[in-house]
């Protein structure tokens, strides 16, 4: 998986697309949510990072899952703490969950797969998820 540099635009990118695929679906509702929070301006992505960013993340997985059926694709502990890792700066986090977290709510269904991803960037970065305002949405889903 390729790496980048520490709080760069592309890292935020990364684990933004990250919580995207989290469920295995991209779903239209998910990118519109990244439309209204202006996420380009937001992370200081030039127009068409996100993409470059989110298709680059997907040749990493295919190719370090090349022979994992793409239903069981699912990332390891060690590889998400490692993108995770990539981000650095305390307030940084709290806006990457922040956006994490509207990026999964935009669907209406909170996955397992989607709150893990919550889960560990909370527990890697030292953040706790009532700081998200998310308990609502993990009440109403009964994660």
Request: glycine residues 2%; charged residues 25%.
């Amino acid at each position: 998986m390729r790496s980048y540099p520490t709080d760069s635009p592309q890292a935020v990118a990364r684990i933004v697309s990250l919580a995207l695929l989290a469920d295995g679906n991209l779903h239209p509702r998910e990118l519109g949510a990244l439309q209204r929070l202006q996420f380009n301006q937001a992370a200081s992505l030039p127009e068409g990072t996100l993409q470059t960013v989110l298709r680059d993340f997907c040749e990493d997985l295919l190719a370090t899952h090349a022979a994992a059926p793409a239903s069981t694709l699912t990332l390891d502990d060690t590889t998400i703490d490692a993108l995770l890792d990539e981000v650095q700066d305390e307030s940084l986090r709290i806006r990457v969950l922040q956006l994490c977290a509207a990026v999964i709510e935009a669907d209406a269904h909170l996955a397992r797969s989607e709150f893990r991803v919550l889960q560990a960037a909370a527990r890697r970065w030292h953040v706790s998820i009532d700081r998200l305002d998310l308990l609502r949405a993990l009440d109403a889903a009964h994660v």
